[in-house]
């Protein structure tokens, strides 16, 4: 017999996952494998993944290089929206249709989960699933970075590296909405356009020499924040460029190569290095905080203020073409998988 929530009460629902027994590159350790799913039993939903974004961080999740690697075998995928299809008994709180964050712990690069239905957070309405697929990692991490390091007042400067990367192209966007001044270092000059349509004030080559002499690109004022994804020269440039006192944070290291470490700035100009990494924020601070973030950030993407530019979307089936195309240089966006399974 068929329950109120469109599934009958012993059923097994099968679907495809992307999944992965050992660490390694992508291409070389995923697989599609079929999962089955019971019903969802009390408290529980069935969510249904309609859009998730493809990371840097998912391709060191599943090489090992990041963070804390997950207990293998494990689902791939971290950040992604879904659409609740099936409800279990004693769920309140969700309708069918509602959009939720799909719950990181199981992977997100998957059809559809079974899940705690107080555990999941809600996308408000009026928000595309595209950029609520995106909203949990990158735009959380370009805030908190413009507002835990350094007293930023409107009119005050910052400099960062990796410019066209999706988090810096957030902070450029925060910092319009802020009334600060983003330089965004950049390897090819090509990207000037673009960055300054999407708010920073200055753009600058890696080896345009910038941190020479940096009044001249802020008309005399200091640099108080350097945002650094990249590691090696760049971020020895970046700890050049912010005044004495000046705060330098990495979240990132793309090119994996060692920095000098910058003892003259250290010591001559007192500069701090510090480093930044937004799972420590979300754990470190109680659900009422991180859910008042999200609400900020929520009301950013209504607005306009933020959205993250999608370079390809592509179905779970395609996932190969989808990798390759999210880890090439110059892709312009995002890369996210789409889903279209229903039960």
């Keep these: 017999s068929s329950s109120e929530n469109g599934m009958t009460n012993h059923e097994k629902t099968r679907i495809q996952a992307l999944r992965y027994e050992r660490a390694g590159l992508p291409a070389d350790v995923l697989e599609e494998v079929t999962l089955e799913l019971p019903a969802p039993g ?16 998912d391709l060191g999740l599943i090489n090992g290089t990041y963070g804390k690697a997950r207990t293998l075998p494990a689902v791939a995928g971290r950040e992604g929206v879904g659409e609740v299809v099936a409800l279990g008994s004693g769920v309140s709180n969700f309708k069918l249709g509602a959009r939720v964050r799909m719950p990181e712990a199981a ?37 908190r970075m413009l507002h835990d390091f350094v007293k930023l007042e409107r009119g005050d400067w910052l400099v960062q590296n990796a410019g066209t990367s999706a988090v810096a192209v957030l902070v450029t966007q925060m910092a319009r909405h ?81 920095m000098r470490f910058p003892t003259r700035y250290l010591i001559f100009n007192d500069i701090q290095l510090r480093g930044f990494w937004v799972d420590g924020w979300m754990r470190a601070h109680s659900a009422a905080e991180v859910q008042a973030m999200m609400n900020q950030i929520f009301s950013l993407l209504r607005e306009g203020v933020i959205a993250q530019p999608i370079a390809a979307r592509y179905l779970l089936a395609h996932w190969r073409e989808a990798l390759e195309h999210a880890f090439r240089a110059g892709k312009g966006g995002k890369v996210v998988l789409v889903g279209e399974w229903r039960p």
């Design 178 to 258: 802020l009334g600060l001044n983003c330089i965004s270092v950049v390897i090819v000059a090509s990207a000037e356009i673009k960055l300054k349509e999407n708010g920073a004030r200055v753009v600058v080559t890696e080896d345009s020499g910038y941190e020479k002499e940096p009044a001249k690109l802020t008309g005399g004022a200091s640099i108080k924040l350097a945002l650094n994804a990249v590691g090696g020269e760049s971020v020895g440039r970046l700890c050049r460029a912010v005044a004495p006192g000046g705060v330098v944070v990495t979240y990132g290291g793309v090119t994996a190569e060692p």
């Design 107 to 143: 992977g997100v690069w998957r059809e559809a989960v079974v899940a705690k239905a107080a555990e999941l957070s809600p996308i408000p309405a009026g928000l595309a699933d595209e950029q609520a697929a995106m909203a949990f990692i990158n735009p959380p991490t370009a805030w």
């Design 42 to 57: 009390p408290g529980e939903v069935l969510v249904a993944m309609r859009c998730a974004a493809i990371h840097y961080s």
